[in-house]
């Protein structure tokens, strides 16, 4: 290929998210070297074949490589598939007790102590981050599978730091762990999505 080496050609199909699910298979008639294979291999080809090049035997290694491709998809598919069964199985009995907690703040139930009102509050808190928790499950199912949708927007990146730093400060503080954020002291302006970068 004039002007082009095959590597360059491997890191222009990897670099671009449209080829980059394409088996690619290196067929070179230079001698065998096991660091050149070694680097195709590392590249994101995923056979090396040298000479002497048989037809058979690269029809054996296509085959191969679109077998592993449909392998790798049916497992990507179930991977998926359990992620969603799971998060749903655990948000039922969460949306359950989410309701009976709801019941015991309604006037009929009676007034409560001030112990009960802890006590509600924690549990509140509890099924409030295991639902934080399953939502990130599955965020992080869809980030996997290239569909986590994100929507930029202009927003203060060290306000935003700041604000999450804080909300770790107390358990930091307990672990004896000093957190401290260096902001500029003026807004630092990016495109980002506020709940995507909150979460990382």
Known sequence: MPGLTGFEVLERLEA??????????????????????????????????TKPISPMRVAIRVRGAIERRRLLQEVQDLRASFTSMLVHDLRSPLTVITAYLDMLHQPAVGPLSEAQQRYLGKMEQAVSQMLRLIGEI????????????VSPEPMDLAGTVTEAAERFKPGASRRRVTLEVRSPGTPVRVSADPSRLDQV
């Not at 599955?138 to 949708?149: C, I, R, V």
């Open 16 to 49: 671009d998210p449209r080829t980059r699910e394409i088996p690619v298979l290196i067929l070179t008639a230079s001698d065998e070297r096991l660091e050149t294979m070694e680097r195709a291999l590392r590249g994101g080809a995923v056979d090396y074949i």
């Open 138 to 149: 599955l965020d992080l199912s869809k980030l996997e599978a290239g569909k986590l949708s």
